[in-house]
């Protein structure tokens, strides 16, 4: 249901509790939240009484007034980003000529490797770990993967951790929890971060909104900033400094028809606001909500099961936060003044400028050739000979 003083997004608790408060746009910093706050997903946030802070990037839902976003515009803004993210493998080779090799990561909790994946195409080494077997394990041929348990990995050979802790147990939904945000899985975030820390490895933890108290100033990430037809908030804690200038954009973007909570008129018909152009990735995937096929158009990554897709992180989040990561390791490899802003292509070229001249010329050939970077890109490094 909506406010009807704002329009924002409420959530029902019991009979004896209707109506949940609300969180708005701005100010999140003077809210204090006693009862779980509904994710854009669908999803409660945390349930502990504490004064709200605002998450970078991240924004609540705005009011359906029944105008939907066109479909070819969403297909063009995720060409566009995706366009983007070919341009911050730069990153990647750069970390390969100052170390003579690719940067290596390793992906704790990997499932079916939608975080590994997108790393893959960040130009990280990446091994995988799951305690699982994963049949739909992405086939990347940097991406490879190993079962056992993600708590008692040895770190030496990795230059970064990924891990993505089992959601279920920061979770209040009733499908993938008892709807009261505890389930059968452990709350891992503080022991993979104390892990980390004891290794001396840089990391970057994932997970839900309702494990917002678990994580130490985390920045969001969302799909409208993406061109994905999912908003999936996600919260990433990363133990070095980072620029995040990313914000999500929900005009236009409805659950709608495809929403799992349903309103009733006097006649029981469903009623809805609109036909809905964007889906709730969780759960079981069925004909209201969507079948496996269309969650994969949705999240773009279709070598998972439907199962893989309502637990997964969308690729192209990852792929974004392995180029925050890599600027991260290169400043760490060398001595050079690199942009904090990683999309800032011009001032790094500036920063490089004093690198041979031999590996630029072996840059425009593995731009140009292996990894298929805009020809604007190819023609940056070439101006550096």
Request: charged share 25%.
């Amino acid at each position: 249901m909506c406010c009807k003083s704002c329009g924002h997004i409420q959530c029902h608790t019991s009979k004896s509790d209707p109506l949940v408060r609300h969180r708005p746009d701005e100010n999140l910093e003077q809210n204090t939240v006693s009862h779980p706050l509904v994710d854009v997903d669908g999803e409660p946030t945390a349930t502990v009484k504490q004064p709200r802070t605002k998450v970078p990037g991240l924004r609540g839902w705005v009011k359906c007034k029944g105008e939907l976003r066109d479909k070819q515009d969403t297909l063009r803004a995720r060409a566009a980003f995706s366009s983007s993210l070919s341009d911050l493998r730069v990153w990647g080779l750069l970390f390969m000529k100052l170390n003579d090799r690719k940067a290596r990561v390793l992906d704790l909790f990997s499932g079916q490797g939608g975080a590994a994946h997108g790393l893959a195409l960040s130009l990280f080494e990446v091994r995988s770990v799951d305690l699982l077997e994963q049949p739909f394990h992405t086939q990347h041929p940097s991406v490879s993967f190993s079962q056992g348990d993600a708590l008692i990995q040895k770190m030496d050979w990795a230059d970064l951790v990924w891990a993505s802790p089992p959601c279920q147990s920061y979770s209040t939904l009733p499908k993938v929890s008892d709807g009261k945000g505890s389930s059968k899985e452990l709350k891992l975030i503080v022991e993979v971060r104390d892990m980390c820390k004891k290794a001396g490895k840089p990391y970057i933890i994932e997970n839900v909104m309702g494990a917002r108290s678990d994580l130490v100033n985390p920045i969001g990430l969302c799909g409208s900033m993406m061109g994905l037809e999912v908003i999936r908030h996600r919260l990433f804690e990363c133990s070095f400094q980072v620029q995040h200038q990313l914000r999500c954009s929900h005009e236009g973007l409805c659950l709608g028809a495809r929403s799992r909570v349903q309103k009733l008129d006097k006649f029981k018909e469903k009623v809805f606001c609109c036909p809905g152009n964007v889906w709730a990735v969780y759960g079981t995937c069925g004909k209201s909500v969507g079948s496996a096929i269309e969650w994969a158009d949705g999240m773009h990554q279709h070598w998972m099961n439907g199962r893989g897709l309502a637990l997964s992180l969308p690729f192209k989040y990852t792929q974004y936060m392995g180029a925050l990561a890599l600027r991260h390791l290169c400043c760490v490899s060398s001595n050079l003044s690199l942009p904090t802003d990683v999309f800032d292509t011009d001032k790094l070229w500036e920063a490089v400028r004093g690198i041979h001249i031999s590996w630029t010329r072996s840059l425009c050939h593995r731009t140009k050739k292996i990894y298929k970077m805009p020809q604007p890109m190819v023609m940056q490094l070439i101006k550096l000979n």
